[in-house]
Structure formats: C-alpha cells, structure tokens
C-alpha cells in the first residue's frame, strides 16, 4: 500500500477533530471508524439473543482473537489473557503474588504513577518494601539503565517492574537485558508493556519476562478497555484474575475470559484493528511514525533552545519522545495539566507535559493521521508561548 503519515485519506480513518493538532496518541490511543463500527456490529449481535451470544457463541469467539492476538504479539495463547487495561494487568500480578513483611518490589523513579499507587497499597497492606530505581533521564545508552536496575537487586526482591515504554518520556528501556539480569538471579519480572503492542515489535516469548502486561487500545488502536496479560508457564497455577468467577481453578484462559458479565464488544473488535494494521504493514507503520517523532523531537529542541535528552539511537525511543521546556516550573499532576489545557483552549493543541528529574518536558507522539506539519506547529507555537 502507498500511502504517507497525515495524509487527507489517512486521517479520514479517524473521527478526530480537524480543528486540533492531536500530538497525544499515547495517553489513550484513538480507535478508527473501521474498527469502531466492527465494534458496533459485535454488540449488536450480542444484543439480538444476548444469552445465545454471551453464554454459548463468546468462549469460542474469545479463543479465537486470543490465538490471533499472541501470534501479533510473539506469545503462547494458553498463557495469554485479556484483560482491561494495564493498570488491570499490574494489580493481577501484584496481588496473585504472596507477600510477606520486608519483601521488596523493585520499580523505578519513572515507573507510572498508578503503579506506583499499586505498589503503595501493597506495601500498606503486606509490609512490602517498594525501592525506587533512579532511571537516568536524559540518558546516554540503555546499558546505563540496566546498570540502575542490577545495582538495586537484593536477596529481598520478590518483583522487578520495568517499564517498557516510560509514559512521561517515550524512552523504551531495555527490558530484555534486565530480564536477562534477573534471571540469572531467579527475580521474577513484570514488564510494564502499557505502550508497547504495535508501538514495538515484540515477540513475548523471547523476552521470556514472567509476567508482561500492555494495552492494545494504545497503539494497536483498538477500542478502550482492551488489554493483555500474558504470564509464562510456571506462573499460570497461580495467576488468577481480581474478580474471581465461575472459572475458577480451570485454567487462566477459561477464568479470565469470563470474570462476570462485562460487554466483549471491543476485544471481538481487535481483529479488525489488526487487519488494518496488517494492510499498512507493521514494520512500516512503526517506521512512520518514528519518522514523525524523530524529525518532531529536533523541531521543538531547535523552537526551545534546549538539547535533546537522548540520542538519535532507535534502542531508546520508538513513536513517543519528550523535550524539555526550560521556562516551565509546573513539577504536580494539576500543574501539568492545567498546562496541556492552557494550551488545547488557546491553539488546539493537545500534547502532555510531564515531570521528570525535576524538569518539565513535553511528551510528542506519531501516529498515521499526524503530518509533520503538526510538529512545525507545535514548535512555532512553544517558541514564544508562556503560561
Ligand atoms: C507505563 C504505563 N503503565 C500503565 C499505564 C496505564 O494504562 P491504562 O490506563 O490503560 O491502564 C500507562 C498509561 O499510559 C503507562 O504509560
């Protein structure tokens, strides 16, 4: 197919506002009318004989979008589940884990804020120690992180969460290696994989992570509310969902597939998301939008006179990237928001800012509907913008 990012065709896939330059793909992806109105004929037929649809049609129709799911994401379909969302998937590892006072879970400085909530209530009810890895940011190469996360193991660590793709930076961290590491320390790993379907191309089981959680309504595009939590072979026993059913004790597949009534709708809706990406070509899409970001990233530090805060190496950064905004002082949730609104009500502009390293940077993101255009814009706007 031929076809370039941002073209009048591509965007017409989205039912996105024209009159806003839309640079924030990654904080809940934007699903195309194709695979909304698939979507929309899943729930339709539910609701013409819902008992028929709900107790006797979805187990096989659940089965199917699974194997096809773990074949786009390199995984073993009997170990991969659905689930809501990523925060979904981290709280099931977090609490099928046992806990005992003093046991430690290993995150980062930069893991996501709600996980970190997660990891606060865990060591509120169970005593777990949460230590912090201080992930360097800006960085250099990925081994510097692997190194923070080595040098913090301990005999105590029951859990490593490592980010895929950290959410207020775009940086994509070297999962693998710290997978590897922990290994070699029986430590089992969480990757955090919020952003990583379709953003990267993965292959779950050679990362071999025990636990790997991500969202499909991020870059894959598919309807909110549709997310995976694949967990390797020696974990599936003990792995069971928050909300247990009539499932129970029958194997991970048949308890997270139904964990009450909920509306399938959008995970039926996934394939549909896969053949438009498949149509586009994976490899392709993933280089197009880095592309976008990668050409983004260098108009904005140009616009805001800073360096930027990694190099130009594909290991470090994929369809997201940040910049720094030298005359921001905003460091709290409200303050950073209170920034992106300022900026959507006076150029309808919509792009996140975040906090990190007490610095404040603005996250851009790549997507088929974004022109380079949309960066120039966004530059020529921060050049002289103050809030
Ligand atoms: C690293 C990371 N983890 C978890 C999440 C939460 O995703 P969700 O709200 O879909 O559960 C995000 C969202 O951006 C994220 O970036």
Redo the contacts with the bound molecule.
Sequence with gaps: MNWSSGSPALKSLWGLDPEVTFLNH???GATPRAVLDAQTRWRDEMEREPVLFLARKLPALMEAVRVRVASFLGADPAGLLPV???????ATVFHSLTWGPGDELLLADS??N??KQAARALSDRYGVRVVEVKVPFPLTAPEQVTAAYVAAFSPRTRLVVV?????ATGCVLPAAAIVAEARRRGVPVLV????APAMLRLDLTELGADFY?G?L??WLCTP?GT?ILSIAPAWRAIVHPLAISHGYGGGVTGEFDWTGTFDPSAWLAVPSALDLFSGFGPDAVRASNHALVQNGRIHLAEALGVALPHPDDPALYAAMAAVEVPWARATDGASLNALSAALYDQHRIEVPFSAYDHRVWVRISGQLYNAPEDYVRLADVLRTWRR
């Design positions: 990654g904080s809940f809501a969302n990523a925060t979904t998937g981290v893991t996501y709600a996980v980010d895929h793709v950290v959410s955090d994989g919020a952003h959680t969202n309504h991020k909110k997310a």
